[in-house]
């Protein structure tokens, strides 16, 4: 599964399907890292919030998307979730227009 690009689940680096979906592969762009970031920088453009982009995860929480009219956010009114967000996160504040959104200029 992608997440535009940015989470790989299940990611395999042969030809061959991964064994588990657990096998992850990620990345996050620069101007999104949030502030106080202690990951690992990757290259100009790209940090990754792993100690590496490829990684094995311990546990994966599923959710389900239901579609509505897209985009329901825009990617430039995005903000990044601040360092001490409480894990886990619940679903509602992930999808919460107040916490996720710049205020409108």
Known sequence: MMANGYLWLGNSR?????????SCHHWIHKDIT????????????????????DF?????EVYQVVR??????DRDALLPLPVDFPRPLSPSALSS?????????
């Open 68 to 73: 509505g009219p897209l985009p329901a956010i």
């Open 14 to 22: 042969s030809s061959t399907p991964s064994p588990s979906i657990l």
């Open 34 to 53: 949030p502030p106080g970031f202690t990951g690992r920088e990757r290259n100009a453009i790209e940090n990754t919030l792993a100690q590496s982009r």
């Open 56 to 60: 094995t995860a311990d546990v994966i």
């Open 97 to 105: 227009r107040e916490r996720t959104c710049r205020t409108p200029a």
